[in-house]
């Protein structure tokens, strides 16, 4: 494909995010291009709202797996752009639609001249949540597929355009969802004595919350607790019968995560007694941390450094959370961050990625995948 096609395709995609698992527009549109392209080498799969597609190598001593996610983020757009989100609601902020194109890219290459090894490339829907990566690693597609390697990218909006980053071992860490329901009396606002106020209530769990990194993990280590969205009420003069916190948990240990989950319980127990309430806990979506494999980083990262095209940076880990974690837990792999030269970070309303990356990520897992044939 020619930078004009790639270009035309992530404006496209990038029209018509959906939801996990209900990526049902971006399936159809991802199968019509994979339609187009020579079928020769190809076996396509259907998984759910996602895709496997695999590549037969002329020899086929192994296989690479390369890892793509689909679904967009519940946002409303605010960017500049003459090729907005069709759907209300609805935006690709975190860069899948450049993340599908660039995939594309590769695989249309490929269709066109067989690979030595096979290739499979994994369409993975539901990267926002609940989680497609568990599943589809669970997948019989997968099983019979089974790579023996597994790559994949994810935009950096604060490297320039041309800029890998990446790092043997912990780039990403554990995250999980939180979600807390508070349920009490609501009552007349002029009779505030007679019912359990859920939004103070709620009030005060939020400051407790912001204690936790602060006083229960060691300085040494790393961890997030964000409350992002809370809610309670129905109408100014009516005291709140319930209450609901959403937020997120970051930590760079496995062990840390059980220390705040449970310092979370201790917290909400207090809240239960002091206010005379019930609290429901639901940890939703959980990733594990994304740990890369230490020699096939280096051998990526090597072969990155040779390449002109490219600016490698030996990065830090980050707070991110990425399903691709499992993968990784599975198979021996590596991930590393594209530069996308916007101002505005992930999940941002305003976020325009630069297409450049595209054409940077193409170019270069294609010299990588041919490479490593």
Same mark, same amino acid.
């Given at each position: 494909?020619? @930078? ?11 029209? $018509? ?17 994979? !339609? ?11 998984? @759910? ?29 605010? %960017? ?20 599908? %194109? $660039? ?42 597929? @089974? ?8 935009? #950096? ?7 890998? #980053? ?6 990403? =860490? ?15 606002? !002029? ?33 997030? /607790? ?7 009420? %129905? ?24 220390? /705040?989950?449970?310092? $979370?319980? *201790? ?42 095209? /490219?600016?490698? /940076? ?5 707070? %991110? ?25 992930? +999940?941002? #309303?305003?976020?325009?990625? *630069?297409?450049? #990356?595209?054409?940077? =990520?193409?170019? +270069?897992? $294609? =010299? ?6």
């Amino acid at each position: 494909m020619n @930078k004009e096609q790639l270009v035309n395709i992530r404006r496209e995609l990038h029209q $018509i995010p959906e939801p996990g698992f209900e990526e049902f527009k971006t399936q159809q549109y991802v199968k019509e291009k994979i !339609a187009g392209m020579p079928q020769d080498f190809l076996t396509i799969e259907e998984w @759910k709202t996602g895709l496997f597609v695999f590549v037969k190598g002329f020899e086929g001593h192994k296989t690479l797996g390369y890892r793509t996610d689909m679904d967009g983020l519940p946002i409303e757009e605010n %960017t500049s752009y003459s090729f907005r989100s069709q759907h209300e609601g609805m935006m690709h902020a975190c860069g899948h639609d450049l993340h599908m %194109t $660039i995939a594309l890219g590769i695989l249309e290459h490929f269709a066109h001249n067989q690979p030595k090894d096979h290739l499979l490339f994994l369409f993975q829907p539901a990267e926002e949540g609940p989680g497609g990566a568990k599943p589809m690693l669970a997948s019989d597609a997968f099983q019979r597929f @089974k790579p023996d390697e597994m790559y994949a990218l994810h935009i #950096a909006p604060e490297y320039p355009a041309g800029t890998i #980053a990446t790092k043997p071992g912990l780039l990403f =860490a554990n995250t999980s969802e939180l979600f807390i329901d508070l349920k009490g009396k609501g009552g007349h606002a !002029a009779f505030p004595h007679t019912a359990n106020d859920m939004v103070v209530a709620a009030s005060h769990l939020v400051s407790q919350l912001q204690t936790i990194v602060g006083r229960n993990v060691d300085p040494l280590d790393s961890a997030v /607790v964000t409350i992002g969205k809370i809610s309670g009420g %129905t109408k100014q003069n009516i005291i709140a019968e319930t209450a609901r916190l959403e937020g997120t948990i970051r930590t760079l240990s496995i062990d840390s995560m059980e220390k /705040v989950k449970q310092r $979370i319980r *201790s917290l909400i127990g207090g809240i239960e007694s002091g206010f005379d309430c019930e609290a429901f806990i639901d940890w939703g979506a959980n990733y594990c941390q994304v740990y890369n494999n230490e020699e096939l980083t280096q051998s990526f990262m090597d072969f990155s450094r040779e390449r002109r095209e /490219v600016e490698l /940076v030996e990065c830090s880990e980050a707070m %991110t959370g990425e399903d691709f974690g499992y993968f990784l837990e599975d198979t021996p792999g590596v991930m590393f961050w594209l530069g996308a030269d916007t101002p505005y970070g992930l +999940h941002d #309303a305003r976020i325009e990625p *630069s297409e450049a #990356a595209i054409f940077t =990520a193409v170019s +270069h897992m $294609i =010299a990588f995948f041919s490479k490593n044939q």
